[in-house]
Each structure stands twice: as C-alpha cells, then as structure tokens.
C-alpha cells in the first residue's frame, strides 16, 4: 500500500521518460527518419479517406459514394511513392477494395484492408510515439524543475531557520528596542503636531523637500496640488481644513474658496493623499534593518526630520542613528529578528537536530535533481 500511495519520484520519472524517448529514436533511426515520415503521411491519408468513405462506399444504392472512394484513393495511392515501406500492404488493400462489384463491397472488405496495411500502420505510428514519448519527456522535465525549485525554495528557508538559531536569544534587544521606540513615539508625535499647526502649503514644501531624501520613504506630493497650493490663498489653511472643505458640494465650497472649481480639481482629486499623510514612512521598523541598510537611512531621516520637528526629536534620531556603529548592533539585532521569526516548533527542531537532518537530506535531494537535469536537457523545438 505505501508503494502504490508514495508520490512517484520527479527525478525516476524523467530518467524513465528519457529512456522510453531513447527508444522511440532508436527505432526510428534503424529505419530512417524521412521513409518513416513519408509512410506515416501515406497511412494516415489512406486510412482517413477509408473511414470517410465506408458508408458510402459499402452502400448499395450510392454507386457515386463507391466513385468518389475510388477517385480518392487511386490519386492518393499514385502519389505514394514506389518504394515507400510497406509498399505491398497498400497495394493488397488496394486490390481488396477495388476486384468487387459495388453490390459486393461490404464492411468486412474495409476491415480486411486495414488488416492489411497493419505493417504499415504499426511503422507509421513510430511517429506517433515518438511525439508522445517528446512530450511526456517535456511534462517530466518540467516536474523536475517545479521540485528544483521547491527544493531551493525549502533549503534557503532552513538555512535561515539554522542561521537565526544560532543567534543569542537572550541578548539584551531592549536596549535596541527602547531608543527605537522612544524615536517612533517622539516622531510621531511631532509629525501630527507639525500636520496640525502649519499650513498644507508648508507641508507641501516639506515633502517636496524630502523627496531629496529617498531612504526616508515619504510619498511624493502630487504635482498638481502643490502648484494650486503654492499660489492659492486656501494653501493657508490646514491639511484638516482641506480635507474638510474636499468633502464640500461645490455651492457649499463657494462660501469658503475662491475658485472652486480649480480647488476640486487639484485639492479634491488628491483628499485620500492628503487625509492619509502620517509619520509611517518616518519611523523604524522592529525588527530593524541591518546596521548598514539603517546606517544610511537615519543618516537621511536626521536630515528630513530637523525640517519640523524639534531638537529633541532630531536627538532620538541621532541615537538610533549611533546605534548602528556600535560593536553590539548586529548580535542585538540578530536576537531580535529571531525572536520574531522563529516559532516554538522550530525551535524545537533546532534542538533537535531536525532541521540540520532535514537540510541534509534535502541537499542530497537537490544535487541528485540538478544532476537528472544536466543529463537530461531540453528538447530543442
């Protein structure tokens, strides 16, 4: 029963479709490819025009269906070429369906032809499992390649399981964790500060300016909307106010804007921008990046934050900023990504051993995959 339940093995699979497709050339080969081509051509038409042909053919009443038959199958016997293979299975079919009256010429007559052109079918058909025997050989391969790459996929997964265990668990991530936390919470207090106090115009110009600043990640003001707002009496008021108003019909905007409809369409086209600016794009992630990745980013952040917020805040920037240089980043931070990532169960089959002997055995896997393939290559279409 497990036997016959064990998913067949990829790589036995395409080493089995390899010498099935070995064989089918082989024998192909022996004959000759274009006299194999040439007789499966002639096969093919004759026992079509057969099958097409019988009713009528073998009815009493329809002397022109036995005409019509007679006139496809001599010109298509003609052009069949005197030494094709086989040549004395078409002729005796030939004789078979052609020494009768029409009032004689029955079903058996046409099943005795076939029997007849047997040896010429059985080579013609060479082709046939030549094309399958192709294609189950494609299908093999491209299993085989579905499992490489799940197999990677697997191994590059353990292996970052085993490298995250390798860190010290224990370490002391607070000290990480705190300064990251205290620049988030300063940040994002002073950003709904700055939304609240200072006029869209400014804003605008802020982000305008940090777009200088790509690490900081905050979003591209629209264009449209900060020409309006450069120029435009209403680009004194606040972010607030302008969401508020872009949720205005436009009689009611008459009382509040000078134009509104130019408002609507550079301010009201843009309220989902507007009432979604935070200070996201501003903070640290937990866990954080790898020193040289956040190393350059608060470098950038340092710069975009002194533009509205205090020095205070500008301080907790720096920090996290310091952090990066220190000798105990990378091991604080190595704890602090495996805390999160890695679950019980994988820990567990840390200590175990498991996942070492379950990268082992999928490395064996995967050497005796890449080698199937590099035996095996594609077809040339």
């Known amino acids: 029963m497990d036997g016959e339940s064990r998913e067949a093995d990829p790589v036995e699979s395409l080493q089995a479709a390899a010498s099935t497709l070995s064989r089918r050339r082989a024998q192909i080969d022996e004959i000759g490819f274009g006299e194999v081509r040439t007789l ?12 097409r042909h019988e009713e009528k053919a073998t009815d009493q009443d329809d002397f022109q269906g036995y005409v019509e038959f007679r006139d496809a199958l001599s010109n298509r016997l003609e052009a069949v070429p005197a030494d094709v293979r086989h040549g004395d299975a078409f002729i005796e079919a030939n004789e078979t369906l052609t020494t009768r009256v029409t009032s004689s010429l029955s079903s058996s007559d046409f099943e005795r032809a076939r029997d007849q052109l047997r040896p010429a079918r059985e080579e013609a058909e060479l082709l046939d499992s030549l094309e399958e025997a192709e294609e189950s050989y494609r299908r093999a391969r491209h299993a085989l390649k579905d499992r490489e790459s799940e197999v990677k996929s697997r191994i590059d997964r353990l292996e970052r399981v085993k490298e995250l265990g390798e860190a010290d668990i224990d370490a002391p ?29 400014e804003v605008l110009t802020w982000l305008e300016t940090a777009e200088s600043y790509p690490l900081a990640e905050t979003p591209a003001p629209p264009e449209r909307l900060c020409e309006f707002l450069e ?12 969401v508020e108003y872009a949720g205005y019909s436009r009689s009611k905007l008459d009382h509040y804007v000078d134009d509104p409809k130019t408002f609507s369409a550079a301010v009201g086209t843009n309220k989902r921008f507007l009432e979604t600016l935070d200070a996201d794009p501003l903070t640290v992630s937990w866990p954080p990046a790898p020193a040289s990745t956040l190393r350059w ?27 990066t240089h220190g000798r105990e980043y990378e091991r604080l931070r190595d704890a602090a990504v495996a805390r999160e990532e890695l679950t019980e169960d994988q820990r567990d089959r840390l200590r175990r051993g498991a996942v070492s002997d379950e990268l082992e055995t999928l490395r064996d896997e995967y050497d005796r995959i890449v080698s199937c393939l590099d035996e095996h290559p594609p077809l040339d279409d």
């Open 40 to 51: 499966s051509e002639a096969y093919h038409d004759v026992a079509a025009i057969l099958d």
């Open 231 to 242: 120029t435009a009496a209403i680009g004194d008021e606040s972010v607030a106010t302008l």
């Open 297 to 323: 980013r608060t470098k950038e952040l340092v710069a975009v934050v002194s533009r509205f917020a205090d020095d205070d805040v500008v301080a907790h920037a720096r920090k996290v900023h310091e952090l």
């Open 173 to 201: 991530v607070h000290e990480l964790r705190d300064l990251i936390e205290s620049y988030n919470d300063a940040v994002e207090a002073a950003f709904e500060q700055f939304i609240r106090e200072k006029s869209a115009r």
